[in-house]
């Protein structure tokens, strides 16, 4: 069985032919100009955040990217300081509740908490669209992924298993838009994917 460090792993050719450089492109221009434009935004949330509860700004958590390899995903901290580090499936509605913070609650309601990933983004270590990266000790996901070759892409802050079911779909369900996804991947289908996102966030319900 390959390792994350076998070579063989990462010789796997990344999918969408011409589209991926251009992706990245497109990427990295939306990013930086998403954080210029929310800067303003971005200090009023801190300073909420400070104000409502003890604890850092930025929550920063270790996510499963391109290769299956870690990283550092940032996000604005919306639970108690000592929450424990668990997939949004095995925590039940009332520990959610008792685990967030008022402001948190307002942030997630309108997926105000996502955009530190931005800064994810701009370092490559996430696209604007793709599978959500997965947390460091969902090793089925991060199994499935890497058997059907879904980790060839980089995680997006939305992807196409999150504008079509988010947490209501079974975890094969979610592997399968994963593979439809990166078996499709263009601009056409990123286009999409975005224009639902933001249709899910007006109705309040980004995805996490």
Known sequence: MATLND????????????????????DVVAAAAAL????????????????????????????????SRPFMCWKFRTMRSGTPDLPSHAVSDEQRRRYTTRVGRVLRRLTLDEIPQFVNVLRGEMSLVGPRPALYNQDD???????????????????LAQVEGRDAITLEEKVGYDERYVRQLSPLADLRCVVKTV???LHGQGAN
């Open 36 to 67: 210029l434009v929310l800067s303003p935004l971005w200090l009023l949330i801190a300073a909420a955040i400070a104000a409502d509860s003890a604890g850092p700004i930025i929550f920063r958590q270790h996510r499963i990217g391109r290769w």
């Open 141 to 159: 996901l991060i199994r499935m992924r890497r058997e059907r070759g879904i980790d060839r892409v980089r995680p997006g802050m939305t992807g």
């Open 7 to 26: 070579p063989a792993l990462h010789s796997r050719a990344e999918p969408g032919g011409w589209y991926p450089p251009v992706k990245r492109l497109i």
């Open 199 to 201: 249709g899910l966030v």
